[in-house]
């Protein structure tokens, strides 16, 4: 019985452990291990010295190694669960601790670096330009980085901020970094050291005002270096020389608003270029780095001078690309450049070669105008500038009035289109506003062009660009008339505020600095007593010091205009020197009279930013002409001499942006 029991106590534990291990073994089936995706990245790091460099890529939380060749080439091969492939690759080009320098390239998700790299799961620069670390990638990803308001750690966001993109900026921080990385003890001998505040060029990089200081002063004391530097980095196949996406046409329309310039390349090898005053047709062909232009001369400018006048001439000779995208991409032009007067005794052509970084917005990135447009909304529509009406001027005087936006309002349907009311601004020969209306009707076609046909016989087509420009998307125009097919690029103004309130017009008015001339600054300084201060100060002689020699001070007068229009006028006497009148609108035959009103109408306000936009009207009064002119010297009335009419933006700001020098000239 026992050994009986025996049996069956160990038969019935045989089974209840072979149970057991088969339900061990089952669980353990259902807990598969993570799909993994897996992709191989090989690019290119420019430096002068590849003696300890490495790489590293940060995946999400996950860092990936790799040495960089005697030849400045690396490969590395990442893997990564399937649940992170839309984490962003961040690539790092690592150098000696003591060295300075940091290289930085934004990669992208890896879902779309699989998608790029194809069959073979291997990315090259053919694919993606990215994958070279280079000064470019650094002076893309530092001045994402500023537009961000902090590194870009997604798709959306890389995407975003592309929409702000100045392809200008970047040349120059990409010269300024290729400079600096392959002269770093020259530099810092001739005074441009990276300031101890920031750990690297990378970090100097990323800030926008404190690089364009750097960059200015580079560009001052080691004129010729930074010149070559641009020119060599434009002849490296490892920066530029290619569209990297094979699947993007060429073929296209391109914005470049920097410029003021669409530029069309068909299928056929032709094309047109339209500028501000002047179109022109060319052809085009694609060659080993990118395309060349053939016959594309185009007039920018025309400028008077007296009875004569002179055209600027653009030649676009070759094109590279610095980022390529479906959207907004970045692209180097090589041009040349020459002035043609009318005067007879300059007919000799000084022909200059020039380079220009631009921004190019593709037709894909427009937005739809219903998007754009609201019916029987009052706007500020910019048009191609036009040679406003002055009636009755002055005798002896030869005004010209430069209008760039007109007043509109739509009525209809989106679907059928309707009628548009165009106010066309004017001025009397004593400066007083004058308007005609004109009629006209619109269409959209394909929703992402709006037609006008104005009751003149001209026509204007706008388009809505998906790109930002101080926070608001720039808008195109073409306008279609017997002066040819001309464009320009500009905001569009919607009348979303009735008027200034008074008690908020006091303040500090900035306008906006530029990121080539960072010593530059003017602003208005509104006061409560009804006086303005317009005070201006350039560094004049490009010494990299503001002094008091190169400040001016105007003291004027403001006040509101019964449509709520803020008002601001500037005084001057015979001799030409700034004064303050008894009164707001003294005779114009008097010792201190008029020289300048400003009429700003109000649109919007960002309140985050304190960004005012405003609709401007500026005039300019030729009232000492009386005394040069016979006939004027019992004149009473202002005489109107010029001005100009546009959309503008300026900041409201707590205090001066600077202190005001004291310190003059030895």
Same mark, same amino acid.
């Given at each position: ?32 291990? =993570? ?18 460099? &490495? ?35 961040? *690539? ?26 194809? =069959? ?6 053919? =694919? ?18 500023? +537009? ?26 990409? *010269? ?29 990089? *990323? ?29 490296? +196949? ?33 094309? &047109? ?49 610095? +980022?390529?995208?479906? *959207? ?84 209809? =349907? ?199 936009? +405003? ?52």
């Amino acid at each position: 019985m026992y050994p009986k029991f025996l049996s069956n106590f160990l038969i019935i534990g045989c089974l209840l452990l072979l149970s057991a291990c088969s339900s061990d073994d089952k669980d353990k089936n259902n807990e598969l291990p =993570e799909k993994t995706v897996s992709l191989t990245i090989k690019g290119y790091v420019e430096t002068t010295s590849f003696t300890n460099a &490495e790489v590293r890529l940060q995946v999400a939380d996950t860092e990936f190694y790799g040495e960089v060749d005697t030849l400045g080439n690396y490969s590395i091969d990442i893997e990564i669960p399937e649940s992170q492939i839309d984490s962003f690759v961040r *690539a790092e080009a690592i150098f000696p601790a003591e060295s300075s320098i940091r290289f930085v390239s934004l990669l992208g998700s890896v879902r779309t670096l699989l998608e790029k790299s194809g =069959e073979d799961g291997v990315l090259v620069q053919e =694919e993606k330009n990215e994958v070279n670390i280079t000064s470019i990638s650094t002076a893309f990803s530092a001045h994402l980085k500023s +537009i961000n308001a902090g590194e870009i750690k997604t798709d959306s966001e890389l995407t975003l901020s592309l929409k702000s993109l100045d392809s200008s900026v970047v040349f120059d921080m990409a *010269a300024f970094i290729s400079l600096y990385s392959s002269n770093e003890s020259l530099m810092e001998g001739s005074g441009l050291s990276i300031p101890n505040t920031y750990r690297d060029i990378y970090e100097l990089a *990323a800030n926008k005002s404190a690089v364009s200081i750097s960059i200015y002063n580079a560009k001052e004391s080691l004129a010729d270096l930074f010149d070559k530097a641009q020119s060599s980095l434009i002849e490296s +196949i490892k920066l530029f020389g290619y569209l990297s996406n094979s699947d993007l046409q060429i073929a296209d329309t391109y914005y470049l608003p920097y410029l003021k310039m669409r530029l069309t390349l068909r299928p056929d090898g032709t094309g &047109e270029i339209n500028g501000e005053v002047d179109n022109t047709s060319f052809t085009w062909s694609k060659n080993d780095n990118g395309i060349t232009f053939k016959d594309a001369d185009l007039i920018r400018h025309v400028s008077f001078f007296g009875p004569y006048s002179e055209e600027s001439h653009i030649v676009i000779k070759d094109l590279v690309w610095m +980022i390529d995208s479906d *959207a907004i991409l970045s692209v180097i032009l090589q041009v040349e450049e020459y002035d043609v007067s009318s005067e007879p005794i300059n007919s000799d052509l000084d022909i200059k070669s020039n380079i220009y970084a631009e921004t190019a917005i593709r037709s894909s990135s427009i937005i739809k105008v219903p998007d754009s447009v609201k019916l029987e909304q009052e706007y500020s529509m910019p048009i191609p500038v036009m040679p406003g009406e002055v009636i009755n001027p002055v005798d002896g005087i030869s005004p010209r009035l430069s209008v760039r936006v007109l007043d509109m309002s739509f009525s209809g =349907e989106f679907e059928t289109g309707g009628m548009v009311n165009i106010s066309i601004p004017g001025v009397e020969g004593d400066g007083r506003k004058t308007s005609t209306n004109m009629s006209g009707v619109w269409r959209l076609e394909d929703d992402k062009k709006i037609i006008i046909d104005t009751s003149a016989g001209s026509k204007f087509t706008y388009v809505f660009l998906d790109y930002m420009y101080k926070g608001k998307n720039l808008t195109f125009v073409l306008e279609e008339s017997e002066k040819g097919r001309l464009i320009d690029f500009d905001t569009v103004l919607a009348k979303d505020l009735d008027s200034w309130k008074e008690n908020t017009v006091e303040g500090i008015y900035q306008f906006s600095s530029y990121f080539a001339q960072p010593l530059d600054y003017a602003w208005f300084e509104v006061n409560s007593d009804g006086t303005v201060k317009r005070i201006t100060i350039f560094d004049w002689d490009s010494d990299g010091e503001l002094v008091s020699d190169e400040l001016d001070v105007y003291s004027g007068l403001w006040k509101l205009s019964d449509d709520g229009n803020l008002i601001i006028r500037f005084y001057r006497r015979m001799n030409g020197d700034s004064c303050m009148p008894s009164d707001w609108d003294p005779l114009s035959n008097t010792d201190c009279s008029l020289v300048s009103e400003r009429e700003w109408n109000l649109s919007q306000v960002s309140k985050e930013e304190q960004l005012f936009w +405003i609709r401007k009207e500026l005039k300019f009064f030729s009232n000492e002409k009386r005394d040069e002119i016979p006939g004027l010297s019992d004149l009473t009335n202002n005489i109107f001499g010029g001005g100009h009419i546009y959309n503008s933006f300026m900041y409201k700001v707590s205090e001066r942006p600077i202190v005001l020098p004291s310190v003059q000239k030895n």
